[in-house]
């Protein structure tokens, strides 16, 4: 098993006093499945994702990412693991606006130390972005600087991608194509996702499908 997340616990401290937020959360997921999450808004999607991607830490339970204890590591241990394991795409593209594009493709291969120029080819053929491969982020159109933050996720090849509403900026046909593009090749690549959305359309390109509700997958 890829990923294995059980009986995951966190608490918000807020004004109002304490908001459990994840409630004993369960899930797993193969190497080369994908999974959609699904919850209505402020269930706690993203702070699951956070967890799972260790930027932020439980208060309870335990995540198991390709063998290691998340949950056992420390700060420098996480960092390691969002570095050479996960993958991260976000509904904003953060693309460096001083960058070609051909270089923020590369740029977490790189910090990685897991550069492959040939890989980055592939990733940018496939996601018809060769033609603006010299061009900075502000020339593109949004589906287009979408198509380069996950061309640069996927340039490192990490086991698994974690993304968050990733084509939330696309209108509805260009976020069925880009999310296709990103299915063919994580799928290509044999890692897992786990992909937050709020489209029942999308939703249904992923092989499988789970619904958060109430601090618990329903
Ligand atoms: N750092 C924080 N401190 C306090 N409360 C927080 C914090 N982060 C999130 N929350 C609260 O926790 C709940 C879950 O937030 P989260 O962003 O995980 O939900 P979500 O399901 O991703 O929502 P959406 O679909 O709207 O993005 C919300 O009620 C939010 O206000």
Not at 15 to 44: I, N, P, Y
Not at 95 to 110: E, G, K, T, Y
Not at 168 to 194: F, H, K, R, S
């Amino acid at each position: 098993m890829l990923l294995t997340v059980t009986d995951l616990r966190k608490t918000y401290a807020t004004a109002d006093g304490d908001f459990d937020v994840l409630r004993g959360v369960d899930l797993s997921l193969d190497a080369g499945q994908t999974l959609a999450l699904t919850g209505e808004s402020g269930s706690g999607k993203s702070t699951l994702l956070h967890l799972i991607g260790g930027l932020d830490v439980p208060d309870g339970g335990r995540i198991v990412l390709d063998g290691t204890d998340l949950t056992a590591l420390d700060d420098a241990g996480r960092a390691r693991m969002r570095r050479e394991t996960v993958g991260v795409v976000f509904q904003q593209f953060n693309l460096i606006p001083s960058l070609r594009v051909v270089d923020n493709i590369a740029f977490q291969a790189r910090l990685a130390g897991r550069h492959d120029g040939a890989w980055c080819d592939t990733l940018a053929e496939r996601m018809g972005l060769t033609p603006q491969l010299r061009k900075y982020p502000e020339q593109l159109s949004g589906g287009q600087q979408q198509r380069v933050a996950i061309a640069r996720t996927l340039a490192p090849r990490p086991r698994l991608v974690l993304a968050d509403e990733p084509t939330g900026n696309l209108d509805e046909a260009a976020a069925a194509q880009v999310l296709a593009l990103m299915l063919e090749l994580v799928t290509d690549t044999g890692a897992g996702l786990l992909m937050v959305t709020h489209s029942d359309r999308l939703a249904g390109q992923m092989q499988r499908r789970l619904h958060l509700s109430r601090g618990v997958i329903a």
